[in-house]
């Protein structure tokens, strides 16, 4: 959703601000544009489509300046255009601003400029700021940006610069990220995202709400929103520049794909052992009678997996919303509900909106994340981290996996707490989840020649389906997700038994089935799906153990997984669907890490 750089130093800016847009790409990827100041002035240099066009654009440009701002956008107002593009500046060319969100209010105040005599040369929402910088500014910029934020209804992040100031960044945010990055002496920086300059700095602060921090090189002071300066603490982040980059692989995909494994051990170090699972970092309600998961796509259909895994587990009811809808209902938490927000950014604006309802209705929120300092990190009463490292593709792979494993070993902790899960499973259940990163290494190594088969084969499809039942009726949302969002194949996920209620109708021949049936129990129910759909032309792709003869035989494709206890299959049976997603994408020629029309960060609705 957009992602905003600065840079102020000893150094050439827009070399320094386009490493850092790179790292942000994965945020918004349809335009993007550089300002930098010198001598009282400030040149701008922006171009609509992929940052690779504006590094073209720059090698005929001599951008000297030592101090500038940056911005990749995902538009929201205006479509993608070198006019729309940030950075904007007012009528004047004097005060220029990159921004991430979106400003409700802007027609509004675009009105009452307008009335003013200001003229706009863009459709954003966003020019209305260096135009109301500029009725406002009374020699102080900083009291000015105090004055404009005042104004403004909606989510910001916020970089401004001044013409006649070209050494100095201010930085303020409303519900939209920002850091500010401490560099080596006479360096610093401002980002959306910590990963933008992992590169030259481990030391960021993390802005709240309505703070505003003033950038030069010399110095970083952070203020309040009525405008006193404020003492923040240092946020170290042990994240190095390495696990951020692609080492090797073609695809940051791939290689998170990869990750899993490690992504797996990372997430139980210290809380699964042999006998023992320990969350004593999480202080839970001595009571909890319900449990509402709320999450958006891949983080939602993980939350999905979780209903099944902690109502079996724990016995107590769950209910999973998807967050977007929920921040607009009037939901029923009693003092003894934990709201569970599910989110690899920890930004997500409806996901954010969710969790600050359930708190003002009084419930306890626990929160899944993978970013430490992200709001969502710093809102919930409680938070366990995914430690899953940087996740950079837009498409979510290994933060679902250790979305998922954060679930078996919260099912397991509350499961035995609430006596539900007896000293002798509770063990047996704890080894089949120190078995997961081993077996998720077999399942990569095992699965990948026949998802590219398969990618092979399926390429050319215009529809697939993806069914199954109970946590596999889970798994397939995930798979069909996976399979639209990069490789634009129109798929589908039905629960198996739903088919025959109205969506048989579209089975036709040759149209690629992918039955996933790993819960022993309702491997017969899967069975005759699997015929039903097959007896219309469906070409049945079957993920599964490698003992179940009957789905092997009926099905024309299988992908084996190994075998282990029903509900802990998710995590194994996601990873070839995964990968089958990534090979299709490849094939088809699209762009894998960065899909058309989406973005990492949905911080605005
Ligand atoms: O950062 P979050 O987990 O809150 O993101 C939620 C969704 O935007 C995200 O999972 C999205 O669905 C991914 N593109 C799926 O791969």
Redo the contacts with the bound molecule.
């Keep these: 959703m957009c992602g905003i750089v600065g840079y102020t130093g000893c150094k050439k800016a827009a070399p320094i601000l386009m490493k850092g847009l790179q790292k942000l790409e994965y945020r918004g990827y349809d335009s993007a544009g550089i300002a930098v100041g010198r001598d009282h002035k400030i040149d701008v240099i922006k171009k609509e489509g992929k940052l690779d066009k504006l590094k073209e654009k720059l090698k005929s440009s001599m951008l000297e300046g030592k101090t500038g701002i940056g911005h990749t956008r995902w538009a929201t107002h205006g479509r993608p255009s070198d006019r729309n593009s940030h950075p904007h500046f007012d009528e004047k060319q004097q005060f220029i601003v990159v921004h991430n969100g979106i400003i409700e209010n802007y027609q509004e105040l675009k009105e009452e400029l307008k009335n003013k005599g200001y003229q706009f040369s863009s459709e954003t929402d966003t020019e209305v700021i260096p135009h109301l910088l500029s009725e406002y500014y009374n020699g102080d910029l900083r009291d000015a940006i105090l004055k404009v934020v005042e104004k403004l209804v909606g989510s910001y992040a916020l970089a401004v610069m001044y013409s006649r100031e070209p050494e100095r960044i201010f930085a303020v945010r409303q519900d939209s990220p920002l850091v500010v990055g401490r560099g080596a002496e006479g360096e610093n920086y401002i980002a959306s995202d910590i990963p933008a300059f992992l590169e030259f700095t481990d030391d960021f602060y993390i802005l709240d709400d309505g703070e505003i921090a003033e950038v030069s090189a010399g110095e970083i002071n952070i203020f309040n929103s009525s405008g006193q300066q404020i003492n923040k603490d240092i946020f170290e982040v042990d994240w190095d520049a390495e696990m951020a980059e692609k080492n090797g692989y073609s695809h940051y995909m791939l290689k998170e794909i990869h990750e899993q494994p490690d992504a797996l051990r990372k997430i139980m170090k210290n809380r699964v052992s042999p006998g023992k699972i320990d969350l004593t970092e999480i202080a839970f309600p001595e009571r909890i009678d319900d449990i509402q998961i709320v999450?958006?796509?891949?983080?939602s259909y993980a939350g999905r997996v979780g209903k099944y895994v902690l109502e079996e587990l724990t016995r107590i009811p769950v209910q999973v919303n998807i967050a977007s809808e929920f921040r607009y209902s009037d939901p029923i938490l009693g003092e003894n509900t934990l709201v569970i927000v599910v989110?690899?950014?920890g930004e997500?604006a409806d996901?954010l909106a969710g969790l600050r309802l359930a708190q003002k209705k009084g419930a306890r929120v626990l929160a899944l994340t993978n970013v430490v300092g992200s709001s969502i990190d710093r809102e919930a009463d409680q938070v366990l981290y995914l430690r899953a490292g940087p996740e950079i593709a837009?498409?979510?792979t290994k933060?679902y996996s250790a979305m998922v494993t954060s679930f078996y070993m919260l099912g397991l902790f509350l499961g035995k707490q609430e006596g539900i899960i007896s000293e002798s499973k509770g063990k047996e259940m704890l080894q089949n989840l120190l078995c997961l990163p081993e077996l998720a290494s077999r399942v990569i190594e095992e699965n990948e020649k026949t998802v590219k088969h398969l990618a092979d084969r399926f390429q050319n499809c215009e529809h697939a389906f993806f069914i199954g039942r109970n946590t596999d009726y889970s798994l397939a949302l995930e798979g069909a997700?996976?399979l639209k969002?990069i490789s634009y194949i129109h798929a589908e996920a039905y629960a198996a038994g739903e088919l025959k209620h109205g969506t048989l109708a579209l089975v036709e021949e040759g149209v690629p089935v992918v039955a996933i049936a790993t819960r022993k129990g309702i491997l017969d129910k899967m069975m005759s799906n699997i015929k039903e759909v097959k007896a219309r032309g469906a070409e049945v792709i079957a993920v599964t153990y490698s003992d179940v003869k009957n789905v092997a035989e009926e099905a024309d494709y299988i992908i084996n997984i190994p075998e282990i206890e029903g509900i802990f299959s998710g995590v194994l049976t996601i990873i070839p669907l995964q990968l089958m997603a990534y090979y299709t994408a490849l094939k088809r020629g699209c762009n894998v890490d960065q899909p058309r029309n989406?973005a990492k960060?949905?911080t605005v609705e």
Excluded: F, R
């Design positions: 999450a958006c796509g891949t983080a989110s690899q950014s997500t996901t837009v498409a979510s933060a997700l996976k969002e989406l960060s949905v």
